[in-house]
């Protein structure tokens, strides 16, 4: 993986942080990290037209916080802006995901899940359902958007080439 690669990877994780700590706090920081991955980005057309990705991902997440799977103390901006810093590591920090099979990918759900409860972990967000039946959800839900997402980005991707 390339220099870039690996900053944009380690710049999505300290978003991830700064998110998670500082919740709606974060925002500035978070757009102002977007705004930093579209001026050095290789791929700048294709990182904007993948920002449509933050689509599914965060409507899945208002889904959950409407039917009461999640409880936010109030409108989460800071998640919507970690959905787009997400999306952008697609076509980068996590481009090599892109070379494993469908099945595979399907193993997001360990990681996906994973950053949801290491969030409710730090108060970032409420579990009222408990942990173990909202992280076999969260399996479940990052086991079929992770795979969908990256078949997304690389079509976009390809359209652009």
Do not use: K
């Amino acid at each position: 993986m390339n220099a870039w690669r690996w900053s944009q990877l380690t710049g999505f994780q300290l978003c991830w942080l700064g998110a998670v700590w500082w919740g709606n706090a974060a925002a500035p920081w978070l757009l102002l990290a977007l705004t930093l991955h579209l001026l050095c980005t290789p791929s700048r057309s294709a990182d904007l037209r993948s920002l449509a990705l933050v689509l599914p991902g965060f409507g899945l997440d208002m889904l959950l916080w409407y039917s009461g799977w999640f409880l936010f103390a109030g409108f989460p901006w800071w998640l919507l802006l970690l959905w787009a810093s997400f999306v952008l590591t697609l076509g980068h920090g996590l481009a090599w995901l892109q070379h494993y099979p469908r099945a595979w990918m399907a193993l997001g759900a360990v990681g996906g899940a994973g950053s949801y409860l290491a969030g409710a972990h730090a108060g970032a967000v409420l579990l009222p359902r408990g942990w173990l039946p909202s992280g076999l959800l969260l399996a479940t839900c990052w086991a079929l958007l992770l795979p969908l997402l990256l078949i997304l980005d690389q079509r976009n991707r390809r359209e652009l080439a």
